[in-house]
């Protein structure tokens, strides 16, 4: 052990009446991905602020730079990221290794399906357990070759080709199978058409506008939505403040929620109306939440969250919320704990194939 390490000791927690003040939570993981992929695409060098530097961001990182992207962070802790172009991405000289993160996974692999060389994948053993099946029917569909271990598992090989325009009606509303097929169609001439069922995050929709992109959204009355995107459109970079992740948020807000007489106030948290049905379920329980200056960033909703501690009560979480609050549901599990009455939450299938079963990681604890 050298002089500047310390060693490992025990952690210890102590329960508390209530808890104050005012925070910040780290980038949302979402758009770190996703300003990375588009800015390594854009021409010019786009300025990112914020950004989630976590084990799955750097994969995407790392990714973009072996597709021929030019990433650095600067000493202000600013990442610059300058573009080589739509259609201009280099053939990486070694395998791109997606660690634990499948969302780099599924929207890399949309992202070299137009690209005139195989591009090889593989992930964590944790990865290399989930399906990768949805987004690979719709990229051979228009027409890559995506060949893999049996049952569409990690490793596998992306055989890019010259992409055909499709209209593709999601089986399960996806917000990475989405994005997947969108980035496909940026370097397929013509539109590409995603229908999915029900609303998902549409990060990608909004930072594709961001920069420059031509793609329009409608919703029938039916409760879909269809996505189109013109294909062959270069990029333009774009600066990005990454906003607060409502993930690392939500357990803040839970823990002011939980505890009578807390106010805790979350600054800069990305907002998205897809994205914050946590917030409603702890209001809908009781909590005291408020939103303070609500504005638009980078295409993105962000405001401030105050929370205020109370009793909480259980309710029904409804299926069609699911999708705007899937990554928060075992911190959810925690406040209904902690409530009065039982909590009931439907339609969280997609929890059961996720990195772990977290239905059953959160029964057990």
């Not at 758009?31 to 950004?51: D, F, K, N, P, Q």
């Not at 401030?304 to 928060?328: Q, T, Y």
């Amino acid at each position: 052990m050298t002089s500047n390490q310390t060693k490992a000791g025990p952690v210890s927690s102590h329960a508390c009446k209530a808890i104050a003040g005012k925070v910040t939570v780290p980038g949302d993981k979402s758009i770190s991905h996703r300003s990375l992929i588009l800015g390594g695409l854009a021409l010019g060098t786009t300025r990112v602020s914020g950004l989630l530097e976590g084990e799955d961001v750097l994969c995407t990182a790392e990714a973009m730079r072996k597709l021929g992207a030019q990433i650095d962070k600067k000493e202000n802790g600013e990442w610059h990221v300058t573009g080589v172009g739509v259609g201009s991405l280099s053939e990486p000289d070694a395998v791109l290794d997606m660690g634990n993160s499948g969302t780099a996974a599924r929207l890399l692999m949309g992202l070299v399906a137009s690209a005139p060389f195989n591009t090889f994948f593989c992930g964590d053993a944790s990865l290399h357990k989930r399906p990768m099946r949805r987004v690979s029917q719709p990229l051979e569909q228009m027409g890559a070759v995506v060949t893999s271990r049996s049952g569409d598992r990690f490793p596998l090989c992306v055989s890019g080709q010259n992409l055909m325009p499709i209209t593709y009606e999601l089986p399960v509303a996806s917000a990475q199978v989405k994005s997947c097929i969108l980035l496909a169609a940026l370097d397929t001439p013509g539109e590409t058409t995603v229908i999915e069922p029900k609303p998902t995050r549409d990060h990608t929709e909004n930072m594709l506008r961001h920069f420059g992109a031509e793609i329009s959204v409608t919703q029938p009355d039916d409760g879909s939505r269809t996505i189109c995107l013109q294909g062959q459109q270069e990029l333009k970079a774009a600066d990005i403040l990454v906003p607060g992740d409502p993930s690392s948020a939500a357990f803040l807000a839970v823990a002011a929620a939980i505890l009578p007489g807390s106010e805790v106030t979350i600054e800069n948290v990305g907002l998205n109306p897809l994205r914050d049905g946590l917030f409603e379920t702890l209001g809908q329980m009781g909590a005291d939440i408020s939103i303070n200056n609500l504005r638009d960033q980078g295409g993105e909703q962000v405001g401030d969250i105050r929370v205020r501690g109370g009793l909480l009560k259980g309710v029904v979480v409804p299926p069609e919320r699911a999708i705007s609050m899937i990554d928060e549901y075992p911190v959810l599990f925690v406040a209904a704990a902690f409530a009065h009455g039982t909590t009931t939450m439907l339609g969280l299938e997609e929890l059961r194939v996720k990195e772990s079963d977290r239905i059953a990681v959160m029964a057990e604890g």
